[in-house]
């Protein structure tokens, strides 16, 4: 059974930085094309990255582009989210995802079968 568990959501002031993690297990991590997605109270899912196993093949969304990295640790069977010059607008839980989405399908919640129970992330103003 594949289980992510992702870490290091807080409260942190505007223009600050935080790194969330997520551990993937019961499958090969390497298998997996990995993405971050974050909801908002009252708002519906959204992308925020999609990290695959090369730069040439991460993508974020134009809300984060620039401002957070997505990378990835084979041998510790991690992605990461370095999120820097947070907004309150970034304000959200923010869940990680496993999957083997095509092309059209990196940006969308159902190219991701395996989610995590997410982590809260508060930026204060």
């Known amino acids: 059974q594949v289980q992510l568990v992702e870490s290091g959501g807080g409260l942190v002031q505007a223009g600050g930085s935080l790194t969330l993690s997520c551990t993937v297990s019961?499958?090969?991590?390497?298998?997996?094309?990995m993405g971050w997605f974050r909801q908002a109270p009252g708002k519906e899912r959204e992308f925020v990255a999609a990290?695959?196993?090369?730069?040439?093949?991460?993508y974020y969304s134009d809300a984060v582009n620039g401002r957070f990295t997505g990378t990835r640790d084979n041998a510790k069977n991690t992605v990461n989210l370095q999120m820097n010059n947070l907004l309150p607008e970034d304000t959200a839980v923010y869940f990680c995802?496993?999957?083997?989405?095509?092309?059209?399908?990196?940006?969308?919640?159902?190219?991701?079968?395996?989610w995590g129970r997410g982590t809260q992330v508060t930026v204060s103003s």
């Open positions: 995802a496993a999957g083997r989405p095509n092309s059209s399908e990196l940006r969308v919640r159902w190219g991701y079968e395996y």
């Open positions: 019961g499958r090969a991590f390497t298998f997996f094309y």
């Open positions: 990290i695959g196993w090369s730069e040439d093949s991460t």
